[in-house]
């Protein structure tokens, strides 16, 4: 089977027409999206059909969430909050009820179950039951004030013990608080977490892959460079190792590289790869603009910051 995980579109339809373009010679069977379909960009309904219409099994983000009442608004600063706004007001009620129905975490199985006489003492529930309410996690790029509690009711599904991928957009210890995995100590904390192979995880807008040993407690590659993560091999070994694959973000990349960004996975090979795809984006920030969106989100397309 042949993957593609696309993450945080962020309503930018001339990327997400590229890179489904892009896939088109890929032989991808089955799509995976890790959330942030809308905010920032200029299609939110343009970019929900066309993942509708790919059929994409898809978690809801932080930026999902708060256009359906999910997430207070206050979680965002005053520029995204102000993206937020209009975006809910572009989309229908049936759009609405598309986003309200993604759970925070998802699982598919393409892999190898195992078992363990001693399994790890479970850490997931915000994967298996209702969520506690508690307070989000530390906010960044477009979040600003905490909030107290979410109303999230449904988190995931199950899955056969090291058998898949985990989607979720930001940590999965605490999906409801849309966390940053944004160094070492979080992504280990989500990989000890991860009950399947591979954790598929957004929301930062910056690739990167992570093979952690679980039987050493080590971390034994990290790559985030253009060049390493074009290919990379991994082993379906799930008693031993767990990855995490963040496929960087088609509509807002924040790398320093503005080419829009997605993996594929191939679980035969047992081979992945991020490719970075040029899309129109001169066209994607002018409509940014003559939306009256604030002009920071069309500006930093170009630069990929
Ligand atoms: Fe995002």
Redesign the pocket.
């Known amino acids: 089977m042949r993957y593609a995980v696309l993450?945080?579109i962020?309503s930018n339809l001339e990327a997400l027409t590229a890179v489904l373009e892009a896939l088109a010679s890929e032989r991808i069977d089955r799509t995976l999206c890790l959330?942030?379909v809308v905010?920032y960009g200029a299609d939110p309904r343009a970019c929900l059909e066309r993942l509708q219409a790919c059929d994409a099994l898809v978690v809801g983000?932080?930026?999902d969430a708060v256009c359906v009442g999910k997430l207070d608004l206050g979680w965002f600063n005053e520029t995204a909050q102000a993206s937020l706004v209009w975006t809910r007001d572009q989309l229908s009620v049936t759009d609405l009820d598309w986003l309200r129905r993604l759970l925070l975490v998802e699982t598919v199985e393409p892999f190898t179950p195992y078992h363990e006489e001693a399994p790890p003492a479970p850490n997931d529930q915000g994967r298996t039951g209702p969520v506690k309410a508690g307070p989000v996690g530390r906010p960044s790029?477009?979040a600003g004030r905490a909030q107290r509690s979410t109303p999230f009711q449904q988190v995931g599904t199950g899955s056969s013990r090291g058998a898949g991928f985990t989607l979720v957009h930001g940590s999965l210890s605490r999906p409801e608080r849309f966390e940053y995995l944004v160094d070492l100590a979080q992504i280990v904390d989500t990989l000890t977490t991860c009950r399947t192979l591979m954790c598929l995880a957004?929301?930062t807008?910056q690739p990167c892959f992570v093979e952690y040993d679980r039987t050493q407690r080590t971390v034994l590659r990290v790559l985030t460079r253009a060049e390493e993560l074009a290919t990379v091999a991994f082993r379906d070994d799930a008693a031993t190792v767990r990855y995490l694959v963040n496929p960087g973000?088609v509509g807002?990349p924040r790398d320093g590289d503005p080419r829009a960004s997605v993996a594929v996975i191939d679980t035969d090979e047992k081979r992945l790869s991020i490719h970075r795809v040029r899309y129109d984006l001169e066209t994607a920030a002018r409509k940014i603009r003559q939306a009256g969106l604030p002009g920071f989100f069309a500006d930093r397309l170009a630069v990929g910051r």
């Open positions: 993450s945080d962020h959330g942030d905010g983000g932080n930026h790029n477009g957004g929301h807008h973000s807002q």
